[in-house]
């Protein structure tokens, strides 16, 4: 037997709520925000896309330079996911706030986040209004790996807003 539940209680169950921070640049201005929408949109072309509310600074700074990088998440990066998801980058820079250093990459102006283990760097193709969020879909144009990273660093990749709780990715259970 199922029984019907609140909306937010049953997208709660579901298994995936990545959490990543996505680095942004404009004119010399950097941020860092922290996002859970992020999907994977096409394989050839490769495109993913990041939901942002029009609020955000962020937003501001992806529609004038067209541009984003994603950065995965381990536990060592909790910090910054705290600080980036709750502070706004018109109010202090989150980079000095957060002691990260932003690296140039190979294909966009926007910063690669270097404690970050996986970086994609991408660029705006198609803008989607959704809701209270737009999607900047974007192709991903480069990605970059930490030597030496593996899964044992163990990305986090639920959070549950509602306990206040973020979880890491979970145990290899099978082959397909
Ligand atoms: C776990 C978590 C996930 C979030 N996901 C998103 C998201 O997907 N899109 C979004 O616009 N804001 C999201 N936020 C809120 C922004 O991170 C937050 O409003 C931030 O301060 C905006 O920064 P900015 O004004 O510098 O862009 C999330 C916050 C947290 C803590």
């Known amino acids: 037997m199922k029984k019907e539940v609140p909306v937010s209680e049953g997208l709660r169950q579901l298994p995936i709520r990545p959490v990543y921070l996505l680095s942004t640049e404009h004119k010399g201005k950097k941020n860092i925000i922290t996002i859970g929408m992020f999907a994977y949109f096409s ?19 992806i529609r004038q330079s067209g541009e984003y990088v994603v ?60 809701g209270d969020h737009v999607w900047f879909i974007g192709e991903v144009l480069a990605t970059h790996i930490r030597e030496g990273y593996n899964w044992s660093d163990g990305l986090l990749f639920k959070w549950i807003g509602e306990d206040g709780f973020y979880y890491k990715v979970g145990e290899k259970i099978g082959t397909y």
Not at 43 to 61: E, H, M, N, Q
Not at 116 to 130: D, G, L, N, R, T
């Open 43 to 61: 394989g050839k072309p490769t495109l993913v896309g990041v939901g942002i509310a029009t609020s955000r600074y962020s937003f501001d700074l």
């Open 71 to 130: 950065n995965a998440v381990n536990k060592k990066l909790m910090n910054a996911v705290r600080v980036c998801g709750e502070k706004s980058g018109r109010e202090v820079d989150k980079f000095e706030l957060t002691k990260l250093t932003p690296k140039k990459g190979v294909r966009v102006n926007a910063p690669l986040i270097k404690e970050s283990p996986v970086s994609i760097e991408c660029k705006v193709v198609k803008e989607v209004e959704a």
